[in-house]
């Protein structure tokens, strides 16, 4: 799960850091309003789940109330790459002397937290990684220990020859990474941490991604989700327990597991076919599963065809074609629908469909290719 | 032969008297694994089934059973501990089935066991099986039989199907693994490969990856430099849009790195066989088998 930046400039500034102040406007008189109670100036930046906010506009310095006024109202309703900017961080504006760039990530390979520090702030990361790689300093950390205080001052050194500094960076550090373990996150970033002329440190922006998993042991950060920022047939699917992404394709896929149901959207592909989502059902067999699974493709437009395919291990192919049938009775299908089941209880699961005058396949290839024959009018497969 | 499991395993389950551990329990026991005990805290003295003995520690359990391997269906939340106290009991092999462990938690988890010297499978994985002498885990034991080909995996249901269509084909398995879709897990593709490589009985070996991280492609060159043995490779995930967690916590494209291609690429670098789809495993087993 991802946090706005005012979100995670919350959490942070909880641990000590050092955050100019700021608040949410959600209206242009809002925004106007906390320019004028800070009596300084301001940046106002749009808060959506995605990168690259500056360059779209999203991002503006004002020197007055009436300036924040008419930038909130410039950016609220703005479109940033198919989200809608509902809300504006006003926060007070830093003097930028430098800018570096502070951290953390859950690195797969070391199987650690691992930091990652540069002097060379203010710009994506992956960026210097691909082009200066010799300009970031990767420190990893044994979490049963914690970040000593030698690595932390180590890496403000690596970005401040003055100790002053590199002491205050090493204090942010350990900050940071006191949120990053409280907060389960798998990501936590201060990008810039400008050093204003009068030499003080200040994170400017924040950044945070939560480990789902971390979501229900954690109730007070799982309760920052911002539902308005996601597309709503995934909130709708997850309030189901389903995983659900939606894609651009016409053939709905419904599967259960997820390394299957990858490779059922490769096999659609592969047939000439384009998925219209990822869905994995999961391993219980549960009816109601089915049944929310259906009503959230079929409110996908663009979808022509569903395609089932489920390998019984947990999951009883009889549980899932009840499934099947309780919810086409309850709500009719106005697209074709093609079953491929195989596994735990496949018999009983096949007379089920029969007798309720559905077919099923016991083969995946030929189940996709009548699918995709189905999407494409039979132009391709 | 076979790798990490067979007919000596001696199993303990933690968390017998759960919903899924009572249910797998009972399908391993079906199987012929010898399961020697269960845990469950404050259950100690009971039976499962009337026959196998259930214990409030697992140091309880394996000093009475001489128990050696442990299989974990605990929630996600105790999972982390259930992992370090079958470690610490002196269990050689741990396989956690459980999905959904933070990965914070398996930070701390992997260096405690790597120092105990304990195999850790999983977590979120559906453990392995040695067909026709010992099963542990969740794979469901009608779609193996025994053969030549090793398994190894990062997926469940993926696993079930290509194992099947082997089935399907008369080519049986040696043993199976599914290592789980977890970015952090306790055993990775090369220490399965080079089990494999060392395993008498295996002659070919079937792996199945999946985007996100560099696992395959590490893979890809110890199969380069280290294996003799054929080598043939899946990848799930190859219309996958990045940025996005599919399902498995570790299946995600994060920037341009741990695309289906660059895993592919790899795979045609190190001269392993690959299956563009789960059925070609099938015929490039069969002609790598000679």
């Known amino acids: 799960m991802n946090l706005h930046e005012y979100q995670a400039k919350d959490i942070l500034r909880g641990y000590g850091v050092n955050i100019p102040p700021g608040r949410i406007a959600t209206t242009p008189s809002e925004a106007e309003a906390i320019a004028l109670e800070y009596g300084a100036a301001v940046m106002v930046k749009a808060q959506v789940h995605v990168g690259g906010r500056g360059k779209a506009g999203g991002v503006k310095f004002c020197k007055t109330p009436a300036d924040a006024k008419e930038k909130a109202t410039a950016i609220l309703g703005m479109d940033i790459k198919g989200l809608t900017v509902e809300k504006v961080l006003v926060t007070v504006a830093a003097d930028i002397g430098s800018e570096a760039y502070v951290g953390i990530i859950v690195d797969r390979a070391t199987k650690k937290p691992v930091f990652m520090v540069s002097a060379a702030g203010g710009i994506d990361i992956e960026q210097v990684a691909a082009e200066t790689p010799e300009k970031i300093l990767y420190v990893p950390v044994d979490p049963r220990y914690g970040l000593p205080s030698y690595d932390a001052l180590r890496m403000g050194f690596f970005l401040f020859a003055d100790v002053k500094l590199a002491r205050g960076a090493g204090k942010i550090m350990q900050q940071l990474y006191a949120a990053f373990m409280a907060s389960g996150c798998s990501l936590a970033e201060i990008n810039p941490l400008v050093v204003t002329p009068t030499g003080e440190l200040v994170a400017v922006d924040g950044k945070m991604v939560i480990d789902d998993n971390e979501l229900d042991r954690l109730p007070a950060i799982a309760a920052l989700r911002d539902e308005s920022s996601e597309e709503p047939s995934e909130v709708d699917a997850r309030n189901a327990n389903l995983t659900f992404i939606k894609l651009d394709g016409d053939v709905g896929c419904v599967v259960n597991g997820a390394g299957l149901a990858m490779a059922t959207m490769d096999l659609v592909k592969y047939y000439g076919g384009e998925p219209a989502n990822f869905l994995d059902i999961g391993g219980s067999s549960n009816p109601e599963k089915v049944v929310n699974a259906l009503r959230i493709i079929t409110a996908d437009a663009n979808v022509k065809v569903i395609l089932f395919n489920i390998f019984g291990g947990i999951t009883r192919t009889d549980d899932v074609a009840n499934g099947i049938v309780t919810a086409t009775r309850a709500n009719p299908l106005t697209v074709p629908l093609v079953i491929r089941l195989t596994g735990t209880n496949e018999e009983l699961a096949m007379k089920i469909l029969t007798e309720n005058g559905f077919s099923a396949s016991s083969d995946m290839d030929e189940a996709v290719q009548k699918a995709v024959a189905l999407a494409t009018g039979g132009k391709s497969a | ?290």
């Open chain 2, 1 to 290: 032969m076979s790798v990490f499991i067979d007919k000596n395993t001696k199993l303990v389950i933690q968390g017998i008297t759960g919903r899924d551990g009572s249910f797998h329990a009972k399908q391993m026991m079906e199987y012929g694994t010898q399961v020697v005990a269960g845990v469950t805290p404050g259950k100690g003295g009971q039976k499962f089934e009337g026959t196998v003995p259930i214990f409030n520690t697992v140091m309880d359990a394996v000093a009475a059973t001489g128990a050696n391997t442990s299989v974990i269906y605990v929630p996600p939340p105790f999972a982390a501990d259930a992992i370090m106290e079958a470690a610490a009991a002196g269990i050689a092999l741990v396989i956690c089935i459980t999905e959904g462990v933070p990965v914070l938690d398996m930070t701390k988890v992997y260096p405690f066991v790597k120092e105990q010297g304990v195999r850790l499978i999983g977590p979120n994985c559906p453990g392995l099986i040695t067909p026709g002498a010992s099963k542990v885990g969740i794979i469901p034991g009608r779609i193996c039989t025994p053969g030549p080909v090793g398994v190894v995996s990062r997926s469940g249901t993926l696993t079930y199907e290509v194992v099947y269509q082997l089935t399907s084909a008369g080519i049986g398995q040696t043993t199976c693994v599914g290592i789980g879709g977890d970015p952090i897990n306790g055993t990775n593709f090369i220490d399965c490969l080079a089990a494999f490589e060392q395993d008498p009985k295996t002659m070919v070996i079937a792996m199945m990856g999946e985007i996100g991280g560099t696992d395959e492609q590490e893979a890809a060159d110890f199969v380069k430099h280290q294996m003799k043995k054929p080598v043939v490779g899946f990848i799930a995930g190859q219309t996958a849009p990045p940025g996005r967690r599919m399902g498995h916590a570790g299946a995600i494209i994060s920037g341009s790195s741990g695309t289906a291609a660059e895993k592919l690429e790899a795979f045609e670098a190190a001269g392993m066989g690959i299956a563009r789809r789960p059925k070609d495993f099938v015929e490039l087993i069969r002609e790598r088998l000679g």
